[in-house]
C-alpha cells in the first residue's frame, strides 16, 4: 500500500515543517495542557479568542486549558544579553470550546535583525512546504503606530482607523478622516498599498516622522532579503495585516495557501508581549492552524475493495481472497456495506463460491 | 483550481439591483435572467459564477470561502461582523439603522429600556457606548409591532422611507447610522485572485461615480 495515502495532510505537514525547523536549529518545545488561568488574564488582548475553558485544580487553583502557546514561552524566556532560545512546538490548543492543532516557532531573547530575517524566511519556507501556491503578506506594527500617532488620534479613532485598514475598507476611511487631510493621505496610502517595492516607495512619499521612517526602513530591508531569496512573487506588503496595538511592536505577517478559506499561518514580532511581563528580551514567532488543512484532500472512496460473505463461507477461502487483496490496496470484509462506507471494487461470495 | 470568481447575490430587491450594477459594470451572466430554478448561473465565457442566497447568509458565504465576493449591506456585516475585506461602498440599497418609538414617546429614563430588534448585537453597542441599560427582545420580523403593543419601549431596525412607521404611528427617535450595500470579498480568495477581483472593483466604481 502506498503509505503517503496513510497520512493525513496535515500529518505530513507537521512531519515536514518539524524537518524544516529542526534544519534551523530550533529545538522542540513540549508544554503541558494546562496553564494558570491568571496568565490569560492579565494578557486578554493578545489572544485570538477569549472563551477559556478554565477549572480549579485539587488545591483551588484556576486553572485553564491551554489557548494559546506563545504566552507560556515567552513567561520563559532568556532575558540575558546575548542569549536567544529558538523553540518550535506542535500542540493542541483550546478556543471557543474546540480543539485546535496549532505548530509554530517563537525566536525569544537578545534577538538581532538575523533572527527577525530567519523567522520571515521560516515562514514563507514553512508555506512552500505545505502547499504550492501561496501567498505572504507583510506589514509593520510600528509603521502603523507611528503612522496612528502621527495622525493625532484618540484611542478609540485609532482601533476605528485599524479596523478601516484590516477591512481594506477606504470608503470609511475617508469619511473617517473628513476635516483631517492629512490623516487621510496617510492611511489612504496604507490602505491601498499593496505589492512590492514600488508599493512601499508609495508609503514612504507621505510619511513625515522619523519613527514611521525608520518602520518602512525595516520593512524596505526585509522586503529586499526575502526577495533576494526568490521569495518575491510570494510575498505582499499589505497594511490589511494589524493586530490589537498593545502587543507587537515590528513586523507582523499572515499566510494564505490555495484552496484554503482563511488564513494558514500568523505571526509577527511582539517584543511589547515581554515587556509587559517585565523582560527586556525582544521576541518573533508565527503560528500555523493545521486544522485548516483537514477540509481539503478527503477521497470519497474509503477502501479499495470490498469482500461481501454470506457467513456460509469458507474462513480460509475469504482469508485468501482478502490476502490477494490487500496486495493491491485496503479490504474490508464484511457481510454487508457499513453504511456509508464505499468501495471502488467489490467481490462477493455466496455459499462458499465467488459470485460477483 | 477553481479560478471562476463566485459571487454570492442578496435574494430580493437588493440582489437585483446590484446585478444591474454589475451587468452594466461587463459583468453580465446571461443564465441568471432566465427565470427557473436553478440554484447557480453560470457565465464560462467571462469566468463568473453567481447565486442568490438569504441576504443575512450572504456574509457567512464569503467568510468561509464558498463565495470569492458578495454583496451584503453594511447592517448584516455589523451585526455578524464576518472577516471578510470590505471592498466598495456599492451606494445602493440606501437606508439607516434608527432607533424608532411610539410619536410623543418619552424615554423612561429611570428604568431599564427595553428594545425590540432583529440586530441583537449593533443594539448592545449601540447602547453599551451610552451606558444604557437595555433589556434586549429579539425579534425575527414585525418589529414594529412590539411598542405598539407594549412589548418594548422602542425598537432598533431599518429605516427606508419611514412611512411603515408613520403608519403605525411611530416615528424615528434616534439616527444609529446610515446603511448601504457593501462589496465584501473573502481574505484568502483576494489574495489568490487579486487580478480579476480588483478588475470588478475598479469597472464598479467607475461605473457607481459615472451614475452620479
Known amino acids: ?356 | 483550481m477553481n479560478t471562476a470568481l463566485n459571487i454570492a447575490l442578496p435574494k430580493g430587491r437588493l440582489g437585483e439591483k446590484a446585478y444591474s450594477l454589475l451587468k452594466s459594470s461587463g459583468f453580465s451572466c446571461p443564465a441568471l435572467e432566465d427565470p427557473g430554478r436553478k440554484l447557480i448561473f453560470e457565465n464560462p465565457e467571462k469566468n463568473l459564477r453567481y447565486f442568490w442566497v438569504k441576504p443575512s447568509d450572504v456574509a457567512i458565504y464569503v467568510e468561509r470561502g464558498a463565495a470569492d465576493l458578495g454583496i451584503a449591506g453594511k447592517d448584516i456585516l455589523l451585526e455578524y461582523a464576518p472577516d471578510v475585506y470590505e471592498l466598495l461602498d456599492l451606494g445602493i440599497g440606501k437606508c439607516r439603522m434608527a432607533v424608532a418609538g411610539k410619536e410623543n414617546f418619552r424615554e423612561p429614563t429611570g428604568q431599564t429600556l427595553k428594545v425590540a430588534t432583529k440586530f441583537p448585537n449593533i443594539t448592545r453597542n449601540y447602547y453599551a457606548e451610552k451606558c444604557r441599560d437595555i433589556d434586549i427582545i429579539h425579534l425575527n420580523g414585525s418589529i414594529e409591532l412590539a411598542p405598539i403593543l407594549g412589548l418594548s419601549h422602542v425598537i432598533v431596525d431599518i429605516v427606508e422611507t419611514g412611512v411603515t412607521l408613520r403608519e403605525n404611528k411611530l416615528q424615528v427617535l434616534e439616527q444609529i447610522l446610515p446603511i448601504s450595500a457593501r462589496l465584501i470579498a473573502n481574505t484568502a480568495s483576494y489574495q489568490f485572485k487579486e487580478a480579476a477581483i480588483g478588475h470588478l472593483c475598479r469597472r464598479l466604481q467607475e461605473q457607481k461615480e459615472g451614475s452620479l
Not at chain 1, 544579553?81 to 493542541?92: A, D, F, L, M, T
Open chain 1, 1 to 356: 500500500m502506498n503509505t503517503e495515502t496513510l497520512w493525513k495532510r496535515e500529518e505530513q505537514a507537521v512531519f515536514a515543517l518539524r524537518s524544516l525547523y529542526r534544519h534551523y536549529g530550533y529545538t522542540p518545545y513540549k508544554l503541558s495542557r494546562f496553564e494558570e488561568y491568571d496568565l490569560y488574564v492579565r494578557n486578554k488582548d493578545f489572544l485570538v479568542s477569549d472563551q477559556i475553558i478554565t477549572f480549579s485544580d485539587g488545591s483551588g487553583r484556576l486553572l485553564a486549558l491551554k489557548p494559546d502557546v506563545t504566552l507560556s514561552i515567552v513567561k520563559n524566556a532568556p532575558d540575558e544579553p546575548g542569549v536567544v532560545q529558538k523553540v518550535y512546538y506542535n500542540e493542541n490548543v483550546f478556543r471557543d470550546y474546540r480543539e485546535i492543532l496549532q505548530t509554530g516557532l517563537e525566536c525569544v531573547g537578545d534577538l538581532g535583525d538575523y533572527e527577525i530575517a530567519e523567522v520571515l524566511l521560516l515562514a514563507a519556507k514553512s508555506l512552500s512546504v505545505l502547499g504550492e501556491r501561496f501567498v505572504l503578506n507583510l506589514s509593520h506594527m510600528g509603521l502603523l503606530t507611528a503612522v496612528l500617532e502621527s495622525c493625532g488620534l484618540t484611542g478609540r479613532e485609532k482601533r476605528r482607523a485599524m479596523d478601516c485598514l484590516r477591512r481594506k475598507n477606504i470608503h470609511e476611511l475617508r469619511n473617517f478622516c473628513e476635516g483631517n487631510p492629512a490623516a487621510w493621505e496617510k492611511l489612504r496610502a496604507l490602505a491601498q498599498c499593496r505589492g512590492g517595492a514600488e508599493a512601499l516607495a508609495q508609503v514612504e512619499k507621505v510619511l513625515t516622522t522619523r519613527e514611521e521612517r525608520r518602520a518602512l526602513e525595516e520593512l524596505r530591508w526585509l522586503w529586499q532579503l526575502l526577495e533576494g531569496s526568490g521569495w518575491g512573487k510570494d510575498l505582499r506588503l499589505d497594511f490589511s495585516v494589524g493586530s490589537s496595538l498593545g502587543y507587537y511592536s515590528g513586523v507582523v505577517f499572515r499566510g494564505y495557501l490555495e484552496g484554503i478559506p482563511t488564513s494558514i499561518l500568523s505571526g509577527g514580532q511582539y517584543d511589547k508581549l515581554a515587556g509587559k511581563m517585565g523582560k527586556r528580551c525582544r521576541a518573533i514567532g508565527f503560528a500555523i492552524y493545521l486544522n485548516a488543512l483537514q477540509d481539503s484532500g478527503e477521497s470519497a472512496l474509503d477502501v479499495d475493495t470490498v469482500i461481501l460473505h454470506d457467513g456460509r463461507t469458507d474462513p480460509a477461502v475469504l482469508t485468501a481472497a482478502a490476502e490477494e487483496a490487500a496486495r493491491n490496496g485496503s479490504v474490508l470484509v464484511c457481510t454487508s456495506l457499513p453504511k456509508g462506507r464505499h468501495g471502488k471494487t467489490r467481490i462477493r461470495f455466496e455459499k462458499g463460491v465467488q459470485v460477483e
